[in-house]
């Protein structure tokens, strides 16, 4: 079990300005109680913690068992033998765990664990397009719900859109719901040289969409040899100018694996304070911008979910529902795998 100098030591260069997100030796001396117990608990209910690199640096390196993108949780899920899963992250993500594991407890402890892209579309927007769109493979991004995914062909995460597309045989695709990611993707294929009549439904990360392609060209002139990470949920004019697009894991191995001091990240501020503490000899420049969704994730919520969880923790699926939505995420990952 995690010592609070222990905790100090991961923490304590993160910089990233959400006040969420300073430690000091007292406040980690101070989160130790609430940690010990959340660990305890663990232990008693054969439980894991899957937390994604957005929610809050005292949860990733006090409690997590496995920290991550969306699509190498889901693996986590699929591999898990725990027999309670609680997800640290949104609901969507809890709705893959439990689509991924049945017959297992799967808890959400987050109150308000809404994205504007999964709440932006539903089942019915769905089987309206696919009446119009009878001929087309339907692609839904992870941040999709599960009725969403149980009427669509395959889902992909940010880490394998491009791979996951470009092995669909059809060349009629209707993509949803991110339209920026949509149109990264048409933009990629066809510098790629891949032909792909590709439709987009309108939705946006609400975090992602704000970044402005003037933003990297400040950046660039104020930090001389900085390296721009961009998140495939951004503007296709602000991918343009990236030195590397991909996910949040993504990201944290090119920064691992580069030369470069100093790295400006187009993402949520979570990725931001796990670099931080991760490469404290690196720097991180420029602004991000924090996911009120992801940050409503807690320590303390964690406890709640654990100890005396709610209806509103407990993730059900119609078993209709579960069918249909495996179909579609197993389904991702025989093309990301394969």
């Known amino acids: 079990m995690i010592t609070s100098q222990q905790l100090y030591d991961k923490l304590k260069d993160i910089q990233v300005g959400n006040p969420l997100c300073r430690f000091t ?97 539903t089942a019915e927007d769905v089987k309206n397009l696919r009446a119009k769109f009878p001929h087309h493979t339907f692609v839904c991004y992870i941040n999709t719900t599960a009725e969403v995914k149980a009427l669509c062909d395959t889902c992909v995460t940010s880490s394998n859109v491009y791979k996951v597309i470009e092995r669909i045989k059809n060349d009629q695709i209707y993509f949803l719901p991110d339209r920026l990611m949509g149109e990264n993707i048409k933009k990629y ?74 790295f400006f990240l187009l993402t949520e501020c979570g990725l931001t304070g796990i670099l931080e503490s991760e490469f404290p000899d690196k720097q991180f420049v420029g602004t991000c911008t924090t996911c009120r969704y992801m940050k409503a994730n807690s320590l303390e919520n964690i406890l709640n979910a654990l100890e005396k969880p709610t209806s509103s923790n407990i993730i059900e699926l119609d078993s209709n529902v579960q069918k249909n939505a495996l179909s579609c995420v197993e389904k991702m990952f025989s093309y990301a795998e394969s």
């Open 25 to 121: 030796e007292q406040s980690c001396e101070d989160l130790l109680p609430i940690i010990q117990r959340i660990e305890a608990l663990k232990q008693e209910k054969n439980a894991i913690i899957l937390a994604h690199n957005y929610v809050a640096p005292q949860i990733l390196y006090g409690v997590a068992d496995h920290m991550g993108d969306s699509y190498g949780l889901a693996k986590k899920a699929r591999e898990s033998n725990a027999e309670v899963i609680v997800f640290a992250s949104v609901r969507f993500m809890a709705e893959t765990a439990k689509i991924l594991n049945p017959d297992k407890v799967v808890l959400d402890p987050n109150p308000d664990g809404g994205c504007t892209l999964a709440d932006g579309i």
């Open 189 to 262: 294929l066809k510098k790629n040289g891949v032909r792909k009549d590709i439709e987009l439904y309108d939705g946006t990360c609400y975090v992602h969409e704000e970044y402005q392609p003037e933003s990297v060209d400040q950046v660039r002139r104020n930090f001389s040899g900085v390296e721009i990470l961009v998140h495939p949920e951004c503007r296709p004019d602000v991918v343009d100018k990236a030195d590397y697009i991909g996910s949040t894991s993504g990201m944290l191995n090119y920064v691992r694996e580069s030369d470069q001091k100093t």
